[in-house]
T-cell receptor
């Protein structure tokens, strides 16, 4: 049981490049989340999904897109990376709305 | 939407002493308040949570208290140990609309001084 995994662990992008972060969970969870973590700002919700085929905006969605084509996977896309998107990105999942959120190991992204 | 404020942002205590971290929330409809611990370079992990129908919950050396009237809740760690050094995040979740989302505080970096 791997829990929540994220790919890649580290990435450096140039301004304007695009990339996709993959989150996978093997716990049959319905709910999945993408957060970004910046110093002094805690964990801020980017987008989330309440089930396969659904997505919704969180607190800071601008510049990001997401897809949940399969229940176990939640993808976060950056179409045109900007230095302001330099951050650590965490994926999380939970079985139900009121359940514990389990976090992935994080992806450290640097945009130069 | 919900707004969660957390204080202090940094806290240093001598090993063996107690540490207290406080959070306030804005949405009176929030009814679930978890605390996450994040060790350096690791992922956040749930350490304790409380629901609005109780005022206090304990788990060994950690406890959480909730004051719904004042809309604040606190994490208490007693007999602190070096392994308690980490960043701690509080969070709040509304009871109904938007109850699939957590709003996190900005975190407290706790350092235990040997």
């Amino acid at each position: 049981n791997a829990g929540v995994t994220q790919t890649p662990k580290f990435r450096v992008l140039k301004t304007g490049q695009s990339m996709t972060l993959l989150c996978a969970q093997d716990m049959n969870h319905e709910y999945m989340y993408w957060y970004r973590q910046d110093p002094g700002m805690g964990l801020r919700l980017i987008h989330y999904s309440v089930g396969e085929g659904t997505t919704a905006k969180g607190e800071v969605p601008d510049g990001y897109n997401v897809s949940r084509l399969k229940k176990q996977n939640f993808l976060l896309g950056l179409e045109s990376a900007a230095p302001s998107q330099t951050s650590v990105y965490f994926c999380a999942s939970s079985y139900r709305a009121e359940g514990e959120q389990y976090f992935g190991p994080g992806t450290r992204l640097t945009v130069t | 939407g919900e707004n969660v404020e957390q204080h202090p942002s940094t806290l240093s205590v001598q090993e063996g002493d107690s540490a207290v971290i406080k959070c306030t929330y804005s949405d009176s409809a929030s009814n679930y308040f978890p605390w996450y611990k994040q060790e350096l370079g690791k992922r956040p992990q749930l350490i304790i949570d409380i629901r609005s129908n109780v005022g206090e919950k304990k788990d060994q050396r950690i406890a959480v208290t909730l004051n719904k009237t004042a809309k604040h809740f606190s994490l208490h760690i007693t007999e602190t140990q070096p392994e308690d050094s980490a960043v701690y995040f509080c969070a709040a979740r509304p009871q109904n609309f938007g109850n699939e989302k957590l709003t996190f505080g900005t975190g407290t970096r706790l350092t235990i001084i040997p």
